[in-house]
């Protein structure tokens, strides 16, 4: 018999569905990213923003429609990370918006809000291609809007969707050259395709794993025994939890872990989403601690003295300094500017905090920042213009989303590409001009600046007529890969001979974590010999996955 609807219950089922499936495929979607480098993170974007709303629709409890709807479509919405979790994101959104005033769904319905959907997201980006994840949308609503005309049968109806939006995705290499030239189709495609098959599943009523959903029960924190004092070997009882501002693995997890084995001892290190609960016993709390910064801010600090016979009263002081600092922070005068910027590594947030930056946001490649970790660092800011410096092509569609959710400030997003790129334009800043005028200034500041960054191939492709091999060190500029080669001073040597011109005035030069200060100082002064009318500075970056950065100006 043939099933006609689908109520709450069963839609429940099959987003969470989507979500599972997308997520126990996003390696293979990751590896789909055309340019070889290490940062492929299209699935794990497209993850992180399905998973915020997952959680939220996993938590209702005998939901109606708009409920469902209203989690899938903020949850989505503010966990967005990426161009492709930001697109993914306004397709849920705009389906939700057509869906959420009925008890059920059927064929009609469901047309109307993949069409619904397909629009929603078109609209949300400045310049659509086609060739991409919006391509293979607009496939599944052209083929639902047909397909209703003639069935009502939802097994029927959602097969066949299916079915051709994976033709329009396997012709994806035909709409976009680079996508040929590197004999894969388009990632982000293949992740809705995901989600539409970890749907369709749980219709068909197949068993699905939903554990990656499932949130961790807690941890229960060790607490102080009532030993003497001369038997406690650590003597602080250390807790605090990390809110994550990158990528914490499993690796990370048992790193981290091993490192507290080596200062102390009742050691607990639980990662849940993007928080990570840590306890310890430790003769030096600040060792921790140090270690927690590298991964992100702290909160719920808290550090007892278990050889001290007033530890409770020494924690209920130190709570009253921290609330009254926090009292006075929110005192402070309103400003009329402040800068949120996303960096990539120690050296590069130094850069931005002397040049006035009142917020930064670890981000970049390997893992984009969300739309909710915008808003947190909008919410951080006490200033009634704030500009944003996304400092990646990735990222630059979450600030808007960020933007267009803010309401109390005036949020203006400077669309930078590159970490050079945004320091050119907060250089260009000018205090005593108006917003405009700045944003002026800003835009035409970026303009002027040719970027650079030297990385390692992680597979074999074929780019730009250029052969690579996993491996390979690579010169990539603003419009592609400048240079191919086997060293990484002599790759970033060719690449600079593409971007230096006569006009050419200042290479900055920006070294990450894998080289050594005095091998970038060696390496400028032979820039300095190629280019003897040109100044070259060399900054330490700190950042991963790239030997290099540079701007040229």
Known sequence: MAVKTINTEMLQKMFLAGAANLEAKKEIINELNVFP???????????????SAAKEVKALENPNMLAIAKAISSGSLRGARGNSGVILSQLLRGFTKEI???????????????????????????KPK????????????????ELAETTDDLDTFISEVIAYAQEVLSRTPEMLPVLKEAGVVDSGGQGLLEVL??????????????????????????????????????????????????EFTSKDEAEFKAYLESIGDSIVCVADDDVVKIHVHTN????????????GQLSRMKIDNMREEHQEKLIKDAEKVAAQQ??????????PVGFITVSIGDGMNDIFKELGADYIIEGGQTMNPSTEDMLTAIDHVNADHIFILPNNKNIILAANQAQ??????????????????????????????DVDTNIDAMNEGIKAVKTGQVTYAVRDTKIDDKEIHEGDIMGIGDAG?????????????????????????????????????EDAERFSAEIEELYPDVDVDVHSGGQPIYYYVLSVE
């Open 481 to 517: 890969i400048l240079a191919v080669g086997q060293s990484v001073e002599e790759t970033t040597k060719e690449m600079l001979a593409d971007l230096v011109d006569e006009d050419t005035e200042l290479i900055s030069l920006y070294y990450g974590q894998d080289v050594l200060a």
């Open 284 to 295: 030096d709390p600040g060792l921790a601690i140090q270690k927690a910064l590298t991964f």
């Open 326 to 335: 926090a009292e006075n922070k929110k005192k402070e005068p309103r400003k």
């Open 197 to 246: 098959h970890g749907a369709y599943d749980a219709f068909l009523g197949k068993e699905i794993d939903y554990s990656a959903i499932e949130a961790t029960s807690g941890t229960t924190m060790v607490k102080p025994g009532q030993q003497a004092e001369t038997d406690i070997k650590f003597g602080y009882c250390t807790e605090f939890i990390i809110m994550l501002e990158k």
């Open 100 to 126: 959420r005033e009925y008890d059920e769904i059927d064929t009609s319905i469901l047309a109307r809000a993949c069409e619904r959907a397909t629009a929603t997201a078109y609209k949300a980006v400045m």
């Open 404 to 433: 267009s959710l803010t309401e109390d400030k005036d949020i203006i997003v400077i669309p930078t590409k590159t970490v050079p790129q945004g320091i050119t334009a907060i250089i260009n800043y000018m205090p005593e001009s």
């Open 37 to 51: 480098v290490p940062d492929g993170d299209t699935g794990t974007n497209m993850t992180l923003t399905i998973m």
């Open 130 to 145: 086609e060739g991409t994840i919006l391509t293979v949308a607009k496939g599944a609503s052209q083929k639902a809007a």
